[in-house]
């Protein structure tokens, strides 16, 4: 038998198993799922990069 995959939780750090049984996986609770959620919205989490496409004032006088 296959040993069950366990994963951190990403906010509070606690053992998640991979599976079914996880529904928030990999999250331990919609708790932490949500507080997680609420970083991505405020703008406090975010993917490096250059933005893809930036809005000019040439952009607003086309439409």
């Given at each position: 038998?296959?040993?069950?995959l366990i994963v951190p939780?990403?906010?509070c750090k606690?053992?998640?198993?991979?599976?079914?049984?996880?529904p928030f996986r990999p999250f331990c609770s919609k708790r932490c799922q949500l507080i997680d959620l609420?970083?991505?919205a405020?703008?406090?989490?975010r993917i490096p990069g250059d933005p893809a496409w930036l809005p000019?004032?040439?952009?607003e006088n086309e439409y």
């Open positions: 038998m296959n040993k069950p939780c990403p906010n606690t053992a998640v198993e991979w599976g079914e049984q996880s609420g970083e991505w405020d703008e406090e989490k000019s004032q040439d952009d």
